[in-house]
């Protein structure tokens, strides 16, 4: 089979279309034909790892160096990325009974990836569920990695409709979740934050109100939230905590030993609190993810979608930095049948 293989660490380039091995399913597992693969935060960072240093690593040390032993050191153990995908089920193992052949399904491997790949095979007990019906294959390959981590971050919340939430990071892979679920699932009031170029996009998201961080502190608006979710860490406890709430949380998607101490120690005394989330990928949040997106919960905005053999301009495009929603990579099986009646993608290819 055809896959976008990371010969070595480096740009974009080092994405190269090889022939590799078709996998082969084993009893309990589905053999998927992929038909749609997002370029997620995690893509263009594991192309090159070799440059990301614990201090530009936005976690722990120790969550830098089990990176490094499990993505490989001077060159990419893990040469398939991808760890969000759509497709068909081409067979099945001999004791799978969740899925047949031909049923339409999307799915997250977290670091595992390899969906940039004609096929991969997946237990059929993982994080893999029946496509939405209201989506295509190239929306719902976008959803995995963004919903289920909004999920982990919204379930520490502890959110009650009518309540205040500001998202610092509103526009990437992760933000735009848990925009549209603290509101539509939660029913709180939300603030986003992002640069310049994406404001209208977190509007459409559902977001009250936004900010551009380029031009505006939200810590100095005076506003008070009764939570806060900070993407990439960029603020501090220290800071937010003049724009939380009296009980409010501050919720670290990226952060570092400080933000643990400061978890531990306001974990154990009343008012504000730190606390820092980390992914936990479950088959039944993903079925639960399902039914928020046929509910009109989530929904999934494509800039661009590019043909695997495209895979480095979609890198690059994503490292401009100028994406407003998804960058998808598209699989052209020939027999390929999108989902329902929508179109494939907004737009196609490079320019
Ligand atoms: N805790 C866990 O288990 C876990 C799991 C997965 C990922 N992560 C972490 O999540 C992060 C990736 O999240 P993602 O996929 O959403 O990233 P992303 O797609 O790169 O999005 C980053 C977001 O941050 C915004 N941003 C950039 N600079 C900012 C600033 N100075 N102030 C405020 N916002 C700023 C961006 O806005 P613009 O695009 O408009 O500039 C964008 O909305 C990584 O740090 C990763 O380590 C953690």
Redesign the pocket.
Known sequence: MKAMVCTKYGPPEVLQLKEVKKPIPKNHEILIKVHATPV??GDTLVRHFNVISPRKF??PFLFWLVGKIYFGFRKPKIPVLGSEFSGEVESVGRDVDRFSKGDPVFGYRGPRMGAYAEYLCMPENGVVAPNPANMTYEEAASVPYGAI?ALNVLRKADLRPGQKILV????????PAVVQLARSHFGAIVTG???TP?LEYVKSLGAEKVID?TREDFIDSGETYDCIVD??G?SSFARCQRSLQPNGRCLF??FKMKQVFQMLRTSMSGGRKAVC???NEKAEDLTLIKDLIEAGKIKAIIDRCFPLEQAAEAHRYVEQ?HKKGNIVITLGHADKALSQDSQPCAKGGVD
């Not at 610092?168 to 933000?175: D, R, Y």
């Open positions: 997620s935060f936005h976690m981590m610092n990071g509103a526009s990437g892979g992760i933000g934050v992002c640069s994406r961080y993407i990439l960029k998607v990226s989330v980390v992914s930095g």
